[in-house]
Nanobody, 122 residues
Framework: QVQLVESGGGLVQAGGSLRLSCAAS????????VGWFRQAPGKEREFVAA???????YYADSVKGRFTIFRDNAKNTVYLRMNSLKAEDTAVYYC????????????????WGQGTHVTVSS
């Protein structure tokens, strides 16, 4: 089993930055694909970014050029650096690991964290 704990969310002004962390325990996630998703009130959970074990990265079009996903295998942690934040980035952000299929689909991930809130004020 893998336990995932997100942190780093908070309130930030538009144009600001945050760095989210996804700390894994129970098993190393070094060889797993790890993804970040977000869910705004009244909306479905949507893909944000993912990183493969070899460092390949995937981004939603809405965050390309603004968000960066990276991992520190020594810390068993995956990060999401978010720059140039917009009000529409406001959501609960979740990390997930070990997808059994399309990395863009939340339904295929086996492990999930509890989420961290990000609020961007305009």
């Amino acid at each position: 089993q893998v336990q995932l704990v997100e942190s780093g969310g908070g309130l930030v002004q538009a144009g600001g930055s945050l760095r989210l962390s996804c700390a894994a325990s129970g098993r190393t996630v070094t060889y797993y694909i790890v993804g970040w998703f977000r869910q705004a009130p009244g909306k479905e959970r949507e893909f944000v970014a993912a990183i493969g074990s070899g460092g390949s990265t995937y981004y939603a079009d809405s965050v390309k050029g603004r968000f960066t996903i990276f991992r520190d295998n020594a810390k068993n942690t995956v990060y999401l650096r978010m720059n140039s934040l917009k009000a529409e980035d406001t959501a609960v952000y979740y990390c997930a690991a070990d997808p059994r299929g399309d990395v863009y689909s939340p339904q295929v991930y086996n492990y999930w964290g509890q989420g961290t809130h990000v609020t961007v004020s305009s």
